[in-house]
């Protein structure tokens, strides 16, 4: 990241996208806006070579504070690690093909209060010791 590219995407976003992108990407850079998911994540390209590195040139903003990979859905994953040429917004094999029953895609809650725990039916084999008082006579 050189101080000109830093400088110029200052220029083309704004101080106030430049200075977010600082703090969450840790990288200065000015795209064309491609789509939003169910998230509110926004995703973006730069296909000029001059700026970007080949293969960095596609990347998301989160719209959550805390956030990781598995908010992003199966279709933009697939977009942003080039799997796919177009993103899901303009590509007509995601939009016509997807089966009615699939259930909407849902981030990995583990670690947080939503994250899936089992209950436990079966008595325990080893159970803990509890003292019988007795009344001295």
Same mark, same amino acid.
């Given at each position: 990241?050189?101080?000109?590219?830093?400088?110029?995407?200052?220029?083309?976003?704004?101080?106030?996208?430049?200075?977010?992108?600082?703090?969450?990407?840790?990288?200065?850079?000015?795209?064309?806006?491609?789509?939003?998911?169910?998230?509110?994540?926004?995703?973006?390209?730069?296909?000029?070579?001059?700026?970007?590195?080949?293969?960095?040139?596609?990347?998301?903003?989160?719209?959550?504070?805390?956030?990781?990979?598995?908010?992003?859905?199966?279709?933009?994953?697939?977009?942003?690690?080039?799997?796919?040429?177009? /993103? *899901?917004?303009?590509? +007509?094999? $995601?939009? &016509? =093909? #997807? /089966? *009615?029953?699939?259930? +909407?895609? $849902?981030? &990995? =809650? #583990?670690?947080?209060?939503?994250?899936?725990?089992?209950? &436990?039916?079966?008595?325990?084999?080893?159970?803990?010791?509890?003292?019988?008082?007795?009344?001295?006579?």
């Amino acid at each position: 990241m050189s101080l000109y590219r830093t400088l110029r995407n200052l220029q083309k976003e704004g101080f106030k996208t430049w200075w977010r992108q600082l703090q969450y990407i840790g990288d200065a850079k000015s795209g064309t806006f491609v789509g939003a998911d169910q998230f509110g994540n926004r995703y973006y390209e730069n296909r000029n070579g001059e700026e970007e590195i080949p293969g960095r040139h596609r990347w998301v903003d989160y719209a959550q504070h805390e956030y990781n990979a598995t908010q992003v859905p199966p279709e933009w994953h697939s977009w942003i690690h080039h799997i796919r040429k177009d /993103p *899901p917004t303009a590509d +007509p094999i $995601v939009q &016509n =093909l #997807t /089966p *009615p029953w699939q259930a +909407p895609y $849902v981030e &990995n =809650l #583990t670690g947080t209060r939503g994250a899936y725990k089992s209950y &436990n039916t079966v008595k325990p084999k080893i159970s803990a010791w509890e003292p019988k008082v007795a009344s001295r006579s």
